[in-house]
């Protein structure tokens, strides 16, 4: 398996355009994680899937994100419209029956 | 929020030395996960260790848990170059697979 694959890697864009991350998951593991990480406030869990359903959003920070899992091998984070303060490293992790996370290489996301 | 607290924050030792790093936590777990990121890197899994459980071992990793102190430690022995990395733990607080990161140790080996 090639693991968590994430796009992509880098992305730069101005303040008010949309940007879409994208993540395919481990084939077979049912449950998907959006985190974000910045030197300030460290690893942040943005919402998570179990077997495609949202479980959990409490950590999306406002309506401009949202994010999708229509089906077991594919999931997006959108933001809209982007900021400057939503520059941030982007992680998509996902597991199954709790055994650890396996994490994508991330996306750099800088809005300017 | 934060849900771990990792001690110290930076540490740099000799290759062929032992490293620990400490993990502090708040709430009642499930388990607890330490994971390692090198720059640049998605995190990697390491070792979990579950609430019934007090010590478990991997390779050089050993780990040990007192969930009376709401503590754990992640031992590296014989450090290598290689093992240069950020380390963090992560608790999952209600069996459901949701972790908490912790804020990570920096570990540097000077060769």
């Known amino acids: 398996d090639a693991g968590v694959i994430q796009s992509p890697r880098h992305e730069v864009t101005e303040m008010g355009q949309e940007v879409t991350l994208r993540c395919k998951p481990i084939?077979?593991?049912?449950?998907l994680f959006w985190y974000r990480q910045t030197m300030m406030r460290g690893l942040e869990l943005l919402i998570y899937f179990n077997n495609n359903v949202p479980i959990d959003d409490s950590g999306m920070p406002e309506d401009r994100f949202s994010a999708k899992m229509p089906n077991a091998s594919f999931s997006t984070l959108k933001i809209q419209p982007s900021e400057p303060r939503d520059s941030a490293v982007y992680f998509c992790?996902?597991?199954?029956?709790?055994?650890?996370?396996?994490f994508g290489s991330g996306t750099r996301l800088t809005v300017v | 929020s934060q849900q771990g607290e990792e001690d110290p924050q930076a540490l740099s030792i000799q290759e062929g030395e032992n490293a620990t790093m400490n993990c502090s936590y708040k709430?009642?777990?499930?388990?607890l996960q330490w994971y390692r990121q090198n720059s640049g890197r998605g995190l990697v899994h390491l070792i979990l260790?579950?609430?019934?459980?007090r010590e478990k071992h991997s390779g050089r990793l050993r780990v040990t848990l007192d969930t009376s102190k709401k503590s754990s430690s992640l031992l590296i022995t014989a450090s290598r170059a290689a093992d240069t990395a950020s380390y963090f733990c992560a608790t999952d607080n209600f069996g459901n697979e949701k972790l908490t990161f912790g804020t990570g140790t920096r570990l540097t080996i000077i060769p």
């Open positions: 260790i579950r609430s019934n459980e």
């Open positions: 084939s077979g593991h049912n449950s």
């Open positions: 992790a996902s597991t199954i029956g709790g055994e650890g996370y396996t």
């Open positions: 709430t009642s777990i499930n388990n």
